[in-house]
């Protein structure tokens, strides 16, 4: 892969500096991950419902990036909204999408690069990507029940580190791009996206 980190021992890695996230997932994380994935897709639509409810409960603020449930404050009203069921899927099925690509770095980079720069699009800020992922640990609690061994929540906890890392990375180029729309050129994506590290 070219990158000196994955090239680290088998022990997860993470650079938290302010460009970067850098993670490196082990073969046995990866094997884990997919293997729980079977029976977290079982129940993907509800894991996606609660994920987005809790979110909006702990995180209140979120809630004004959705313009459709601005006026909403009552919780059970969320968690019949069609938009909120919607987005829910949309964020599982970008996991599903992620778990099928975990031996394809630089496909898995694309997609959450991408991703990220959509959000800067929908102002959802890198703050709130952050907020996701305990949010999916809770929901894939009752789904997995005993299964949620402490390895698996690491392994999960890294791969959302990971992606969202690189969400934040597609969001800042984007917003760099539009700043710098009526400027000078935007910095070319190469020169921040990392090096497939995964
Ligand atoms: C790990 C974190 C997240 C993932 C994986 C994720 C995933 C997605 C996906 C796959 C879409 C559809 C993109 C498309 O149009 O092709 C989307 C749309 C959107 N996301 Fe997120 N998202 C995340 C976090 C958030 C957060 C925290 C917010 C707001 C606080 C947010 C707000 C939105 C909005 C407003 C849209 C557009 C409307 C919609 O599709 O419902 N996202 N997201």
Same mark, same amino acid.
């Given at each position: ?28 994380? &990866?094997?884990? @991950? ?24 702990? *995180? ?6 959705? /313009? ?26 970008? @996991? ?13 980079? &694309? ?7 959509? *959000? #800067? ?6 703050? #709130? ?6 949010? /999916?640990?809770?929901? @894939? ?18 791969? /959302?580190? #990971? ?31 990392? *090096? *497939?590290? @995964?």
């Amino acid at each position: 892969m070219g990158c000196p980190i994955s090239t680290l021992a088998s022990k997860p890695a993470v650079d938290t500096s302010e460009e970067i996230a850098l993670v490196n997932l082990t073969d046995s994380q &990866k094997e884990i @991950i997919k293997e729980s994935w079977s029976s977290i897709q079982r129940d993907i639509t509800r894991a996606g419902i609660i994920l987005f409810v809790r979110l909006f409960e702990s *995180h209140p603020e979120c809630k004004e990036v959705f /313009f459709e449930f601005r006026e909403v404050d009552d919780v059970e009203m969320l968690r019949v909204n069609k938009e909120l069921r919607a987005h829910g899927l949309r964020v599982m099925s970008f @996991i599903e999408k992620s778990v099928a690509r975990l031996d394809e770095p630089e496909r898995l980079e &694309k997609l959450a690069f991408d991703l990220g720069r959509k *959000h #800067y699009n929908y102002r959802a800020i890198p703050k #709130y990507f952050m907020y996701v992922m305990p949010e /999916f640990i809770r929901a @894939i609690q009752p789904i997995l029940k005993g299964d949620l061994t402490p390895e698996l929540e690491d392994a999960w906890k890294a791969l /959302f580190l #990971y992606l969202t890392g690189m969400m934040r990375q597609g969001y800042l180029e984007e917003e760099r791009r539009k700043t710098h729309a009526r400027g000078p050129p935007s910095i070319p994506s190469s020169s921040v996206r990392s *090096h *497939h590290a @995964i």
